[in-house]
């Protein structure tokens, strides 16, 4: 079954932070994150295990908990730089390797 | 050169025409997968595949077909195409070593007329 993410779009100015949620009604392994530009391939952001962890570069981050079956990613101080759509990929088990997509958060970054 | 080549990039064609996407990567691994994106659907598999001798089907296989050639190239046959076909596709790869992303083609922007 599809995660759901939320919020489906959002408008930030330059400098605003964004929070992006991914939701599953089935337990999960992990949690990958990628950001797709209008017309362009995704891009691997990040991945998050089962355990709870949390991961982050530049001003990027993610937590997954386990027991919510729960995904958020972080984006403080945006920059113009990170508007696309953002996409979660859940796996329920380990070496699936198997993702299901959420539906995509689109994010505009505004001068 | 990229890393996971699909070609065409580009195609329009018209119902019940035979359609063959192809995929091919440089990244040496062994896994690779078909994904339709649809506005608002997000990205949808359609096969994929672990190795040559193993293809599986995903949530949404009717209508389509595939071939694992060699490790390298992954194709993607739509035998007789309709219009609610029409969708950007795209090809990925990953490694089966651990917990690996996948990495994505450009994608074809398929069109039937």
């Known amino acids: 079954q599809q995660p759901v993410q939320s919020p489906q779009a959002v408008i930030l100015r330059e400098g605003e932070d964004a929070v992006i949620n991914c939701s599953s009604s089935?337990?999960?392994?992990?949690v990958h994150w990628y950001r797709q530009k209008h017309g362009e391939a995704p891009v691997f952001l990040m991945i998050l295990l089962k355990g709870g962890e949390q991961k982050g570069h530049d001003k990027i981050s993610a937590s997954f908990n386990e027991k919510k079956q729960q995904s958020s990613l972080y984006l403080t101080a945006s920059q113009l730089s990170y508007s696309g759509t953002y996409f979660c990929?859940?796996?329920?088990?380990?070496?699936?390797?198997?993702?299901?997509f959420g539906q995509g958060t689109r994010l505009t970054i505004n001068p | 050169d990229a890393d996971v080549t699909q070609t065409p990039r580009n195609r329009i064609t018209k119902t019940g025409k035979r359609i063959m996407l192809e995929c091919s990567q440089t990244k040496g691994h062994d896994r690779m997968y078909w994904y339709r994106q649809d506005p608002g659907l997000g990205l949808r598999l359609i096969y994929y595949?672990?190795?040559?001798?193993?293809?599986n089907k995903g949530e949404i296989s009717d209508g389509y077909s595939v071939s694992r050639q060699a490790q390298a190239k992954f194709s993607l046959s739509l035998e007789s195409a309709i219009p609610n076909q029409t969708a950007l596709y795209f090809c990925?790869?990953?490694?089966?070593?651990?917990?690996?992303?996948?990495?994505f083609g450009d994608g074809t922007r398929l069109s039937i007329l």
């Open positions: 990929g859940t796996e329920n088990a380990q070496g699936a390797q198997k993702l299901v």
């Open positions: 595949s672990f190795d040559v001798k193993d293809i």
């Open positions: 990925a790869t990953s490694d089966p070593s651990g917990d690996q992303p996948q990495h």
């Open positions: 089935k337990a999960l392994y992990s």
